[in-house]
């Protein structure tokens, strides 16, 4: 048997990149969360997706660079698909 054991990043962390992404996208999850668009679940998938991630310095960096937000979740970003699907949802 050939187990493979990840690490976690910080949960703490991983939560506030997730939801700075989201409202450098001007996505607000806790709005999601009170429409509707977003359950919990989803939710902690997502930050549990950003916590497998090996580009927090590139996601720290696209943060700290207004230039770079936008309507979109950045490529290199593990919750891009769910992100930008959701801002979908919730122009609609």
């Known amino acids: 048997m050939n187990a ?12 506030w990149l997730t939801r700075s992404v989201a409202r450098a996208m001007n996505l ?3 709005e999601a969360m ?3 668009h977003l359950t919990a679940r ?4 997502m930050v549990t997706r950003c916590r ?11 943060l700290a660079t207004p230039a770079e937000t936008s309507g ?3 490529d290199h970003c593990r919750n ?5 699907a959701l801002a979908d949802r919730m122009e609609n």
Not at 42 to 45: C, F, K, T
Not at 52 to 62: D, R
Not at 80 to 84: R, S, T
């Open 72 to 74: 979109a979740a950045p």
């Open 52 to 62: 497998k991630c090996p580009h927090v310095e590139i996601c720290e960096a696209w």
């Open 34 to 36: 009170t429409q509707g």
């Open 28 to 30: 607000n999850l806790s």
């Open 4 to 15: 493979q054991v990840r690490y976690l990043g910080d949960p703490t962390l991983h939560f």
């Open 80 to 84: 891009a698909q769910a992100l930008n």
């Open 42 to 45: 989803d939710y902690a998938e």
